[in-house]
């Protein structure tokens, strides 16, 4: 029992829970820093040849579960452990303040008044039932009273107490929530062309949502980079009935049946071109070691002497690069232009086809994060609100009023309404 206490007493205390908050803040960090989820070949590629900080090489780095971070045993643990402490912070410190706060304290002795924060006291000169008077003009303003014969206790504001054990709730359904969502999330990446669709199947409702690529626009900035990408989606689906059109963008994602659709990228997926009256419709790839957002590929040309020729594009209105991968010489071709001989083959470029890059989430851990972030909210507004008492005693013997309070917080402000309390009662 006692190693139970000494335990739990760790837990609560606010130290373990500072240390937890920033070890996890910092594994957070390093899965922003570390690529999460790749091939592990590619960390032992990658680290081996120059390791973190110096000395975490790849095997290390997998060992140490560096790799799948928010996935890994001794995050989950550090999740649980914090969980732990602000339940047994809350448990240990929060409610028996709120029990201890909702317990009526009597202050029946004059001398009890001058260890106050507030205090002040008169001689009445009238036979007048001031508590009776202070009874009634408190209740009046919405204080809660507990009155007796020559004394009585008020509060307000008690549900001030109540807030840091919201907050608790709520940081700990965050913490469960994001730990729920880092093992049942599902995300993938894919690209759509104009007209194309996506089948979403759910096993467990057995119900199928088609995705379709309605139409798909690119900004671009007066120098021609890209500025915006714009996707515009219809959902579909007949188990639910569903036949809606929604369009998002990149920072504006579109939410719809728990699904998170992100504008996260676009390619050149495919070009339409006529070689020698006939038309070829070719898929590229990007070339990565050309540059940045470059698409492409390797065809031969020639109707004796075939050549190779690399053909590269690099936006959606061209026009077409074809080099000779053995002179390095070039040619463009442009969109819908009068054809070009290259070795004796003759090129038309006949279209352009773009494709919309989109990263679709599924998150059921959504609504947990959501709710705890509105219980968090309401219950820092609640910690906010001071709790108030004030205290009233009427000596008989010495025929003078005593009035004192106390504030957890902003006590300037409550000193004047208890002044101005103070002078109502008074006269």
């Not at 409610?95 to 008169?122: G, H, I, M």
């Amino acid at each position: 029992m006692i190693i139970f206490k000494n335990i739990v007493l760790k837990l609560s205390s606010l130290r373990f829970a500072i240390v937890l908050i920033i070890f996890i803040a910092i594994a957070s960090s390093l899965g922003t820093f570390i690529p999460q989820g790749n091939d592990p070949k590619e960390y032992i590629d990658l680290y081996n040849k120059s390791p973190i900080l110096g000395f975490l090489n790849g095997y290390q780095v997998l060992n140490l579960q560096l790799n799948h971070i928010y996935t890994s045993n001794w995050f989950l643990f550090s999740l649980i452990l914090l969980c732990f402490s602000l339940a047994a912070c809350s448990f240990r410190r929060q409610v028996p303040s709120l029990k201890a706060a909702l317990k009526w304290t009597e202050y029946k002795d004059e001398r009890k008044f001058y260890k106050l924060q507030l205090n002040t006291n008169f001689k009445i000169s009238e036979d007048i039932d001031l508590i009776l008077k202070a009874n009634s003009l408190l209740r009046q303003k919405g204080w809660s009273i507990s009155k007796h014969e020559n004394y009585l206790s008020a509060r307000k504001g008690l549900i001030g107490k109540v807030g840091p054990i919201i907050v608790h709730i709520g940081l700990i359904i965050l913490l469960i929530g994001s730990a729920y969502g880092n093992f049942s999330s599902q995300s993938k990446e894919e690209y759509l062309r104009l007209g194309e669709s996506l089948d979403l199947i759910n096993e467990s409702k057995n119900t199928k949502l088609t995705i379709k690529l309605n139409n798909f626009l690119i900004e671009r900035e007066s120098d021609g980079k890209p500025k915006q990408f714009i996707s515009n989606l219809d959902f579909l689906s007949e188990e639910q009935k569903l036949n809606e059109i929604k369009t998002t963008q990149v920072n504006k994602p579109i939410r719809f049946k728990g699904l998170t659709i992100y504008q996260a990228d676009w390619a050149v997926s495919n070009i339409v071109i006529e070689i020698d009256n006939i038309l070829y419709q070719l898929k590229l790839k990007p070339i990565p070691e050309i540059g940045d957002q470059i698409w492409g590929l390797l065809i031969e040309l020639g109707r004796e002497n075939k050549k190779n020729y690399l053909l590269t594009i690099n936006n959606e209105n061209g026009p077409l690069k074809v080099s000779n991968i053995q002179d390095l010489s070039e040619s463009f071709v442009y969109l819908n232009s009068d054809p070009i001989e290259i070795n004796s083959s003759k090129l038309t470029l006949k279209e352009i086809i773009p494709s919309s890059g989109l990263i679709i989430k599924n998150d059921p851990s959504i609504p947990f994060i959501y709710l705890s972030f509105t219980i968090i909210i309401f219950g820092t507004i609640f910690s906010l609100i001071p709790t108030n008492q004030l205290w009233i005693y009427f000596n008989k013997n010495s025929n003078k009023l005593y009035i004192g309070g106390l504030s957890n917080r902003n006590l300037l402000g409550f000193k004047k309404e208890f002044l101005k309390l103070a002078a109502e009662i008074k006269n």
